[in-house]
């Protein structure tokens, strides 16, 4: 899962916004109303603790810390540097990415059980190219394989005080559709080079993270680097279905080894870095939406369609949709809120950024007349209103077994992505349907109404709820931001040989979509999602992402190895974090 940098709307004419845990969580989530801001039956307000205020945060503005280059390691740090510069050792990271994505390591929503599902075979394919292709990983650092091929890598480190860094990445990919193989501009698995972009599924999302991750700790390793702190590798193998075979187990595993709150920092896969006003912005995100997929089933009864009741079941469903669809939920913009700092980063630092935008966000600190200004002037933008509410989508629809016969049963799956914001959900429009039609309504195993022509069921359709992710602290008293800030400040500058601390601007952000992050929140605080990833051609003039989003700039691809490079360095040389 990767997110893209979205700069802020232009137009002084903002559109207006539409008016309008375990099972436990569930009912506390969605119980009586499910998911519909239509039904007003009862009321039910939905706190999340993990997003609430931080304080210092409007004082100090989207606060920037300083370039971080390391200091006891400077000579291991500088022959590195001079090493990933040179173009054997780019044509070897070029190689070394293109043969990982030629493994078409493809995860599917309905594998089986591993060693059951033939499926997961090839991943065991990718991992002995990995064994050949760093050999000095495998050497020196310890491997456990939990669920067979979620990789854990340990390096130990002198000073068992320290907590560990955890670098994170997932090993699958997307599958390709079959018949869209044509429509690719190089085969999907073919890795091709074409002497600028690697070409391929998975050369962005995200193998170009793992083998940069590897890459970086072949070179350190080769190099005598002995670490004082702890270092580990956690890859899972299905991030792109639902985690759950992968990250789930392998964060278990951590819990078990190292207990509660036990890492440093957590890295793993986010978005990159953009110019936009005028100035160039790297978005690391500090929290993530919640979700919860909904089924919606209505029953009646069966019979022959040449004898239809006034509604089937299907015409009630699809009702109930239209009624669902036409009342989104709420949009909200709070000072608290990880989009809110994003903002205020453009504001203090987008060179070209509009006056007027400019003045809004600075009056946002203090003025609510602003901030609900601000607001929806970044509804204009779909990927800002997705995140300012709690989204809702029907995705997939069934009903009816034969042209002549009454469908008995419909139902329909809705995601849903929570926002983090404390939401009052009503509940009137499926209970007066349901009345009207004498249907019964049951909603996550609480009967709010009986009928006896059918019923209306509202159900969790797949597995736990997840709620909105824990915030990670950001600003001036945040010692992993700032290393991590620091550690892309100094990327930044020696890839271009520049100076100076605001050559890129680091922003606090949230992730739309949900990483495998989602199973470490009890590891660390301290979670970052941040792909050191040039997305935006006028950052240099080696070119971005522009030629597709299955391809990787030979360019970048070496600048992420360097980030990696740096952040653990930094990180070993760090007592505060």
């Known amino acids: 899962m990767r997110d893209k940098n979205t700069p802020l709307p232009t137009s002084s004419n903002p559109i207006k916004p539409p008016t309008g845990r375990s099972h436990a969580v569930a009912i506390a989530l969605f119980s009586i109303f499910a998911i519909f801001s239509c039904i007003e039956f009862r009321r039910h307000v939905l706190p999340f603790p993990f997003f609430a205020r931080r304080p210092g945060r409007l ?43 030629q493994i078409p390591t493809e995860s599917y929503d309905d594998m089986g059980p591993v060693g059951v599902d033939a499926r997961w075979e090839v991943f065991g394919t990718f991992h002995d190219y990995l064994q050949r292709a760093f050999p000095t990983v495998h050497a020196r650092m310890s491997l456990t394989h939990v669920n067979t091929y979620g990789l854990l890598f340990q390096l130990q480190g002198s000073n068992p005080s320290l907590k560990p860094l955890l670098l994170m990445a997932h090993q699958d990919v997307v599958p390709v559709e079959p018949r869209t193989v044509q429509q690719w501009k190089r085969p999907p698995y073919s890795g091709y080079y074409d002497g600028t972009y690697v070409w391929g599924r998975g050369s962005s999302d995200f193998k170009s993270g793992l083998i940069g991750i590897m890459m970086s700790l072949e070179a350190l390793l080769n190099e005598g680097f002995q670490p004082t702190r702890t270092i580990i ?46 100035s160039v912005f790297a978005a690391v995100s500090v929290a993530e939406k919640g979700y919860l997929d909904v089924r919606i089933e209505v029953n009646t009864p069966g019979g022959h369609s040449s004898v239809p009741p006034a509604h089937t079941a299907i015409g009630i469903l699809s009702s109930l949709i ?39 966000i600075r009056d946002s600190t203090w003025s609510d007349g602003a901030l609900h200004q601000l607001r929806d002037i970044l509804l204009n933008v779909p ?17 009816g077994v034969k042209s002549n016969a009454l469908p008995e049963t419909a139902y329909a799956i809705m995601d849903h992505r929570i926002s983090g914001h404390r939401q009052a959900f009503h509940t009137r429009c499926i209970q007066d349907l349901a009345d009207d039609l004498s249907l019964s309504l049951n909603a996550f195993g609480h009967n709010v109404t009986d009928g006896f022509a059918g019923s209306i069921q509202l159900s969790s359709a797949f597995g736990e709820p997840l709620e909105p992710a824990p915030v990670t602290p950001t600003g001036r008293d945040a010692a992993p931001w700032n290393l991590l800030s620091g550690t892309i400040k100094e990327t930044f500058n020696v890839h271009r040989s520049l100076t100076g601390n605001n050559n890129i601007i680091v922003a606090p952000a949230i992730m739309s979509g949900n990483t495998d992050t989602r199973f470490y929140w009890k590891l660390s605080p301290h979670i970052f999602r941040y ?37 653990i360095l930094n990180a070993d040389e760090s007592i505060a974090l």
């Open 322 to 360: 239209v009624e669902y669809e036409k009342r989104p939920f709420p949009a909200s913009l709070t000072r608290d809120d990880a989009l809110y700092d994003t903002a205020q980063c453009y504001g203090k630092y987008g060179v070209s950024l509009p006056n007027y935008l400019r003045h809004i």
């Open 59 to 101: 004082e100090e503005q989207c606060y920037q810390a300083s370039a971080s280059t390391p200091q006891l390691h400077s000579d291991l740090y500088h022959n590195l540097s001079t090493m990933m510069g040179t173009q054997k050792y780019r044509m070897n990271a070029v190689d070394g990415l293109s043969r990982a994505v």
């Open 233 to 278: 590798l956690s890859f899972g193998f299905d991030e792109e279905s639902r985690g759950q075979e992968g990250a789930g187990r392998l964060s278990r595993a951590l819990l078990e080894k190292y207990g509660e709150n036990s890492m440093a920092m957590i890295v793993d896969e986010g978005g990159g870095f953009v110019e936009s006003y005028g």
């Open 531 to 567: 792909s050191h990833d040039n997305g935006g051609d006028d950052v240099n003039n080696s070119g971005g992402l522009s030629s597709g989003i299955h391809t990787v700039n030979e360019d970048h691809f070496i600048e992420e190895i360097c980030f990696y490079t740096t952040l």
């Open 383 to 399: 990927l800002y209103a997705s995140i300012l509410r709690t989204t809702q989508a029907v995705d997939m629809i069934e009903g």
